[in-house]
């Protein structure tokens, strides 16, 4: 049982068993766990966010982004240069990182594949 220790006249602290304390902890954690579980899942079904499968993460840990968000897309070289309004030998060079585009070239392939720009630099 819990006990309310007061400082002039108000409640100050709360004296409680060590099992209730960590049983209430337990409670709170379930419950925003819960809550962050409900974010995620509205996130979702409102196409905020998406669920990549661990093999497309582990690519862009090793290949370029582009290409492997491309491909992911189910997209070609060719339409998705017509996308982001570059010709496709440009869109190539980047892929293979001969060339690493501008900003403004980074941010319309990331629109086009429908991104943030920090995914594919």
């Known amino acids: 049982m819990a006990e309310i220790l007061k400082h002039d006249g108000k409640p100050a602290f709360v004296v409680m068993p060590y099992s209730e304390y960590q ?13 962050a579980y409900r974010e995620v899942r509205s996130s979702l079904s409102r196409g905020k ?6 093999e497309v993460v582990d690519k862009l840990l090793t290949d370029n982004p582009v290409r492997v968000w491309r491909e ?3 997209m ?3 339409e998705l240069a017509e ?9 190539s060079q980047i892929e293979s990182g001969s060339k690493q585009g501008s900003l403004e070239t980074l941010k319309n392939i990331a629109k086009a594949l ?3 720009l920090d ?3």
Do not use: F, H, N, W
């Open 76 to 78: 070609k070289q060719k």
């Open 49 to 54: 966010d998406e669920l990549i499968p661990s």
């Open 23 to 35: 049983a209430m902890l337990e409670k709170l954690e379930d419950q925003e766990d819960s809550e």
């Open 119 to 121: 995914d594919i630099t």
């Open 72 to 74: 992911y897309r189910g």
């Open 83 to 91: 996308k982001a309004g570059l010709k496709p030998s440009y869109l």
């Open 114 to 116: 429908r991104v943030d």
